[in-house]
């Protein structure tokens, strides 16, 4: 299959501690750090921006995926390639009209380009994205409607997955939202190899345990 890539969500973190918050998930295991990056408008929550991920960069070497709940992702990309962002993964809702130039702008800058759908966005809406000459690297298909942790985890959103991974066998396909040791099995055999978990991870008090269940699922 493909490889697994575990990526603990940092909006569960301790804001005022990032650093050390992010060095934590490192030694316990984690291979990405997701990084939720909410305008307020495209979601009715704010989160951080460039600056902090900016901040973030000068302290760690890890691979920081940002997720960006934005409506103008194209503004966006500049900013998030000097602060350090490794992945960009922006909504399609929030780019219907100008992907194609997005994706080429994404890449131009050194980063990996990757697409996310909400629940209620039909999964045919991302094909022509990794189909396309110039592909996203990753789909991110969201398990609970984006804007806040600690949501439930909707099983219905596994159908996306498995079409998806039907289509293409190599594709990194992340999941998110509700994703913790209750929950990463149906995920995993549905076909999602990166896993974002926030509450489930940084609520556990043994949070490298957790990391390692998760990595186990997706990769049996
Ligand atoms: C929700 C965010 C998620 C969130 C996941 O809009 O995109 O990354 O932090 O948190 P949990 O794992 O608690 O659902
Ligand atoms: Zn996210």
Known sequence: GVAAKIAPSMLSSDFANLASEAERMIRCGADWLHMDIMDGHFVPNLT????????????????LDCHLMVTNPIDYV??????????????????????????????????????????GTPIEEIYPLVEA????????????????????????????VRALRKKYPSLDIEVDGGLGPSTIDVA?????????????????????????????????
């Open 48 to 63: 951080l921006g460039a600056p902090v991920i900016e901040s973030l960069r000068k302290h760690t070497k890890a691979y």
């Open 133 to 160: 000459e110039n592909p996203v690297d990753m789909v991110l298909v969201m398990t609970v409607e984006p804007g806040f942790g600690g949501q439930k985890f909707m099983p219905e959103m596994m159908d996306k």
């Open 78 to 119: 500049e900013p998030f390639a000097k602060a350090g962002a490794s992945g960009f993964t922006f909504h399609v809702e929030a780019s219907r009209e100008n992907w194609e130039e997005l994706v080429q702008r994404i890449k131009l800058k050194g980063m990996r380009p990757g697409v996310a759908l909400k629940p």
């Open 188 to 220: 995993a055999s549905a076909g999602a190899n990166c896993i974002v978990a926030g509450s489930s991870v940084f609520g556990a008090s043994e949070p490298a345990q957790v990391i390692s269940l998760l990595r186990t699922s997706v990769e049996e």
